[in-house]
Nanobody, 126 residues
């Protein structure tokens, strides 16, 4: 019922910035918690950032706090992840996810999210 499509990934150098976008279609996500996760080869899927449905609460993994920001424009059914001061450790496939029935404002648990995008590759060279 919901399709999520990420875009904006690419190959950058350490210290550069990227903005990822996630466009949703098929169903409104005005009441959804939205999250960004990432997964590097051989690693567990990792919570990166989340945003409440009104956009008034945001949460970040310690590894990205102070460098990344998350925002959403519900009228456009779009969520963004602004990534600054990128490090090689940020290299991963980044996934957008939607929690359509949030129990808490923002969950960090992947299995609580109902819909996922196909992912976009972010590669940060040293």
């Amino acid at each position: 019922q919901v399709q999520l499509v990420e875009s904006g990934g690419g190959l950058v150098q350490a210290g550069d910035s990227l903005r990822l976008s996630c466009a949703a279609s098929g169903r409104t996500f005005s009441s959804y918690t939205m999250g960004w996760f990432r997964q590097a080869p051989g690693k567990e899927r990792e919570f990166v950032a989340g945003i409440s449905w009104r956009g008034t609460r945001t949460y970040f993994a310690d590894s990205v706090k102070g460098r990344f920001t998350i925002s959403r424009v519900n009228a456009k059914n779009t969520v963004y992840l602004q990534m600054n001061s990128l490090k090689p450790e940020d290299t991963a496939v980044y996934y957008c996810a939607a929690d359509v029935d949030p129990i808490v404002v923002v969950t960090t648990l992947p299995d609580q999210y109902d819909y996922w995008g196909q992912g976009t590759q972010v590669t940060v060279s040293s």
